[in-house]
């Protein structure tokens, strides 16, 4: 089955304490992104990846850092936490797509962060 | 810059009618897609549909349908014979081939069905 699986799906931190949040695919997909979920505010881009080794900044990268080393993780790093980061997460991949790229994003189950 | 806007923060349907959420997006390009997101309460979000800008015919399916207005720049979404599995935050987005690694997304719309 097709899956992104991220974790933990709910974490509860206190401000400073570093975190990661993992995402993984088995869809073979070049492509992988993060997303935040805030009322009012929809999702907003963290980052992106286009490939091993090859990540940039979306939306709203501040206080955020990604790597990707292999093609079917791409963690979520949180250095240092501020409540400001309390948020829903969303990994995504997406498929080729036409001609255009423009694929369809598919996401992981998302994770719910409470920073205190 | 491209933004994408819902103004309906939440809407209510009664189970069997119709209902049409909407969506206006700002761009300057000419080539581009645009999708509608569902997420139940689950949190897991469902591309529901899905329309190229080149492509003059509005997407369907099945009870979920486009009317895609691109002078206008508007993008709504209509579902018909709601159905109590229909309620979900609908979120509407953009992506353009110029810039296909990015998607904007709307502010979301609570779609409330009534039994």
């Known amino acids: 089955e097709a899956q992104v699986t991220q974790n933990p799906r709910y974490l509860i931190t206190v401000t400073g304490k570093k975190l990661t949040v993992t995402c993984s695919q088995n869809?073979?997909?070049?492509?992988m992104s993060w997303y935040r979920q805030d009322p009012g505010l929809g999702l907003r881009q963290i980052y992106y990846s286009m490939n091993v080794e090859v990540t940039d900044k979306g939306d709203v990268p501040e206080g955020y850092k990604v790597s990707r080393k292999e093609k079917r993780n791409f963690p979520l790093i949180l250095e240092s936490p501020s409540p400001n980061q309390t948020s829903l997460y969303f990994c995504?991949?997406?498929?080729?797509?036409?001609?255009?790229?423009?694929?369809?994003?598919?996401f992981g189950e998302g994770s719910r962060l409470t920073v205190l | 810059a491209q933004t994408v806007t819902q103004s309906q923060p939440e809407m209510s349907v009664q189970e069997a009618e119709t209902v049409t959420l909407s969506c206006t997006y700002d761009t300057s390009e000419s080539d581009y897609y645009l999708f509608w997101y569902k997420q139940p309460p689950s949190r897991q979000m469902i591309l529901v549909i899905r329309q190229e800008a080149y492509k003059q015919q509005n997407a369907t399916e099945n009870r979920f349908s486009v009317n895609f207005q691109k002078a206008a720049k508007s993008f709504s979404l209509k579902i018909s014979d709601s159905q109590l599995g229909d309620a979900a935050m609908y979120f509407c987005?953009?992506?353009?081939?110029?810039?296909?690694?990015?998607?904007?997304f709307g502010s979301g719309t609570k779609l409330n069905v009534k039994p």
């Open positions: 869809m073979n997909h070049e492509y």
């Open positions: 995504a991949t997406k498929t080729e797509g036409d001609y255009t790229g423009v694929g369809e994003l598919f």
């Open positions: 987005a953009y992506s353009t081939r110029y810039n296909f690694n990015k998607f904007y």
